[in-house]
């Protein structure tokens, strides 16, 4: 799925989504799969909700391809295409691919420098990782 707008100054998945639609996948990635009505009443804890404005914005999440929707008689429930860690994974390996096809080299010099602070545990991973590659260059 392809997430048309990362958000740099966000944190989060508000990079991914706007503030409603991030709530919305939180919910549904914690409680599973629920009826539009189910999503409002967990969000409305927060603060007032609209059922409209839900789902609205739960239609456009389903054409965006980020949740299926189902019928079960006359309700409808929703549940994410992928996993929070899935979707993660993916836009953030699509996020790194699109960077080294842009300014090459440069990302991985900062990324690179960016390794100074990192766990001990990423960094053995990333040894690994070039050490892998490397012998499959051989």
């Not at 992928?82 to 842009?102: A, G, I, R, V, Y």
């Amino acid at each position: 799925m392809d997430i048309k707008n990362f958000k740099y100054d966000e944190v989060g998945l508000n990079r991914f989504f706007g503030p409603l639609e991030a709530s919305i996948m939180e919910c549904l990635w914690e409680k599973g799969e629920l009826s539009i009505k189910a999503v409002q009443q967990y969000l409305e804890k927060d603060k007032p909700l609209n059922f409209n404005t839900v789902m609205t914005v739960m239609t456009r999440l389903v054409e965006k391809g980020i949740l299926k929707k189902r019928s079960e008689g006359r309700l409808s429930l929703f549940i994410p295409v992928q996993s929070k860690e899935e979707f993660l994974e993916e836009q953030s390996k699509k996020l790194t691919e699109n960077l080294l096809d842009e300014f090459g080299g440069a990302v991985i010099s900062h990324m690179l420098d960016a390794m100074e602070d990192a766990d001990p545990s990423l960094i053995e991973k990333l040894e690994r990782k070039i050490q892998s590659l490397k012998k499959g260059k051989l």
